[in-house]
Every structure is written in C-alpha cells, then in structure tokens.
C-alpha cells in the first residue's frame, strides 16, 4: 500500500491502526510544539513514540529516552513508522536514514506542510507506504477513531 497526500480515508485508518512504534523526527520538550502535542496524543492512543532530536539526545521526554538521530534507536525496538517534523528540505536524508536503518519500518508520514518528491519516490521503490502534508493527530479526530 503506498500512501500520498491524496490517500483514501481506508489506507489512513489502516496506517493509523496498524502502526505501533513511532520514530518522531524533530520532537520538542516545549508542550507549545505541535510534535509535543501529537507525541503525547499519540502516546495516549496506546503508541510507543520514540523521540529522535540531536538536540535533546539522552533526555528523557515524555518517559521515552530521546535520540539523535533514526540510526541511533535500537532496532530491537522496532520502529514501524517516521513521522516528520522537519522542514521539506530535510526530507530526503531523513528518509535515506529510514529506509538503510529501521527494518521494520511500513511508513513515512510527513506532517502538516512537509512534502518531498524525492523523499517519496525512494520509500515506494521500498515498498515503504508515504503520507505526506497531513497530521495523524487530526486525521485520528476525523476519522473518528
């Protein structure tokens, strides 16, 4: 299943409810963030939400232990998806990191305002699903689950 910014409302639900482990690139300790707030709603839905930001690298947020980078979190933890949140120019290595390092990854899911061509031809030769320019935190509420 390969997934855009035009997915239908039956491949988000299913992304949304398959998904178990979330590598969230670009989190933030600032509970004014929109990462903050869509890791702990996130958590809140019973997802494990792994937070990746070089800047926060061995902190604690949100009980999880923060890393640097994707290539930093033990595989054996077994990140399923990458949600971005990061600008549209730093799409691409994000994902060339993703797709070399997280062997059980399913989808790349760029937030609201984040689109890379590049970045999504690469996971689909993957076979890796691609949402981009959307929130799972909205799309939970609109699709009411």
């Known amino acids: 299943m390969t997934a855009t910014d035009t997915s239908t409302d039956t491949e988000i639900r299913q992304i949304l409810q398959e998904t178990e482990v979330i590598a969230l690139v670009g989190a933030s300790s600032n509970p004014s963030r929109p990462s903050f707030g869509v890791m702990k709603f996130l958590q809140a839905r ?3 939400v792994i937070p990746v930001n070089p800047g926060l690298a061995g902190q604690s947020l949100l009980g999880e232990t923060v890393y640097a ?6 595989r054996d933890l077994g990140v399923d998806l990458v949600d971005v949140f990061r600008n549209s ?10 797709l070399a390092d997280l062997p059980n990854l399913r989808v790349i899911w760029l937030q609201l305002g984040v689109e890379s061509a590049a970045g999504a031809a690469l996971a689909e030769a993957q076979d890796v699903a691609w949402v981009q320019n959307r929130c799972p935190k909205i799309e939970y509420a609109r699709l009411g689950l």
């Open 46 to 48: 019973g997802k494990r």
């Open 89 to 98: 120019d730093a799409v691409l290595p994000i994902v060339q990191q993703a």
């Open 69 to 74: 980078t994707l290539k930093d979190i033990p």
